[in-house]
């Protein structure tokens, strides 16, 4: 109680179109894949051709969550993001969205987390491993269930484990859903990261970061003076985006474009 009242109030963050990364930086931060292997693939071979072009930089890659569920292949996408992160090491950053979180609790064999799952696009993902869909359709909830732990596959599941829950460079904040309002980006709960939607994409309050952030589908980026959402609904608009940034300059790729 004497904790919270004592704690500081955030400070408001560079204005969008003065946020800087640190010098040497180059960072590149991924929208909500949600099973789509094949755009992620696109957007990668983007990336590495931008940054190529742009010559040598400390470059990071920061995926903002949600890489599974509703799309057709979320297994793929977790193969490709482990690629991702041997390849490039610690400039590898996995934000911990909704959907891992499910993820994760399905993956323990708890059957109204198994159940909930499958309501969120769940199904998609089931099936893009080692089951038919035959096999899916004739199993009840409590054998589904049972045979989640071993379904998906410990590799994975490790992986999406060790997930963040945000990264902070310079002046940008990067989470899934975004912010409680008022609240400094170090005192923000997981829940809120995660889940947070209405009261934060509504609040016009300065953070104490630019938060850049996915979660919310938009037909396009969406640029406030306080946050940048990037969740273009991959799934089924086939525009996978990237927010790309260095130093003070701001620039997007996108598939299907």
């Known amino acids: ?11 408001p963050a560079a204005p969008i179109d003065t946020a800087r990364l640190p010098d040497g930086r180059r960072v590149y931060a991924i929208g909500d894949v949600h099973g789509r292997r094949d755009l992620l693939d696109q957007l990668l071979d983007q990336i590495v051709a931008d940054d190529r072009a742009r010559g040598a930089a400390d470059t990071h890659i920061v995926f903002l969550g949600d890489l599974m569920d509703r799309g057709p292949d979320s297994s793929g996408v977790i193969d490709r993001a482990i690629e991702v992160s041997l390849s490039l090491g610690e400039n590898a950053h996995f934000l911990m969205g909704n959907h891992e979180e499910v993820y994760l609790g399905a993956a323990s064999g708890d059957e109204k987390l198994v159940r909930f799952f499958c309501k969120i696009g769940g199904r998609e993902t089931i ?15 409590e054998e589904l269930a049972a045979r989640m732990p ?58 104490d970061k630019l938060i850049v952030h996915g979660h919310t589908i938009t037909d396009d980026v969406e ?21 790309c940034l260095e130093g003070g300059e701001r620039w997007y790729l996108k598939t299907g474009q």
């Open 150 to 207: 071993a379904l998906l596959t410990r590799r994975h599941v490790d992986f999406v484990s060790g997930f963040k829950d945000r990264i902070v460079m310079g002046d940008y904040a990067f989470v899934h859903a975004g912010v409680r309002p008022g609240v400094p980006i170090e005192d923000q709960r997981p829940k809120d990261l995660r889940w947070i939607r209405e009261d934060f994409i509504m609040d016009e309050a300065p953070h």
């Open 1 to 11: 109680m004497l904790k919270a009242l004592l704690r500081r109030k955030p400070k």
């Open 223 to 243: 640029e406030c003076p306080n946050r940048i959402g990037i969740d273009t609904g991959a799934y089924m608009s086939g525009m996978l985006t990237a927010l």
């Open 127 to 141: 099936l893009s491993y080692d089951i038919t869909p035959q096999d899916y359709n004739e199993l009840s909830m």
